[in-house]
């Protein structure tokens, strides 16, 4: 990412920027700056330095609104080397990110696990994954519908095929990446509904796409989207795949009712549970929500909705999005 992109982004999230001398320091809200975004800063340090001198601010006033920590921490110069500042929040707590335009649950879908609200346990993996460069190859990705399952298959897709890759940040900006945000397409990576191919042949015919090296990346993934839904035959005939699995192909299996799995292919797989969330995460996601959009919101309508989505965060954003149309709020 250049240094103008990379300020962009850094703006989108409520992160200012500042000169100071021959210094760079930063303030953000909690959790917002990233050790990816430090890293990303340090490599292109010197450009931004330039660009802050030749166009005064670059920090955006509007975002004093943002609450921004107390702290201004900064980037030293040390000869070749850049000192970064450790963000202990980048995990623990999530930055909220508008992209584009349309319904709520699609112009806040997370493309980084720094984004997802609750999950700690799978964002830890798919974070560690790409920095450990041990993610694994094959993943069972269970629980309530409208918990993220689909959503993180996505952005290990882009994580894995972004041009700054394999990265947990993935630069949004490259090809790929656009591409599986926008769409989950992109011609190495698989969307399979499982109930439009449940059967033994269809499974024969997909295998074929992703028997042969991946055409313009390092690697392909291929998800099967409520994967109980495949039949005896069909799931048979992936034991063999998913344990000897190519180096190049990574398989994310997304279901509701993992139950219904052959225990074979099950066993095959590491399970990673995504768990309704706690009536104040949701909370905390629909207030920031509001914060985001201008929304003046009562607390009574909020816990409705709380109690309506039942610890599902789409659902949630898909009834906030109704009481505001609906003009409740």
Partial sequence: MDAKSLIEYLKAKNVQLIKNENKLNWKAPKGAFTDDDKEKLKQVKSEILKLIE???PVDNPDNES????????EIESEGEESKIIKDDNAIKNPVIVKRGQGGFPKVYRPCTPYEIYGQEEVRKIIINGFKNKNLPHTLLFHGESGTGKTTCARIIGMGLFCKEGPTSRPCEQCQSCRKIMNYGI???YMEINSADHTGIDAMRAIRENYDYSPLFSNYRVIVFDECHRLSESAQDLLLKEVEDVKDHNYFIFCSTNP??????????????????LEDDLIYRLLVDVCKNEGINYSDN???????????RPRNAL???????LAGRI
Wanted: aromatic share 2%.
């Fill in 54 to 56: 030749e166009n005064k």
């Fill in 66 to 73: 943002s609450e921004p920590e107390n702290n201004t921490s």
């Fill in 186 to 188: 992109c011609i190495d």
């Fill in 259 to 276: 139950d219904k799995m052959k225990e074979t292919l099950k066993n095959r797989c590491l399970p990673v549970e995504f768990k309704q």
């Fill in 301 to 311: 309508i909020l816990k409705s909705i709380i109690e309506e989505a039942k610890g």
């Fill in 318 to 324: 898909i009834l906030l999005q109704k009481a505001v």
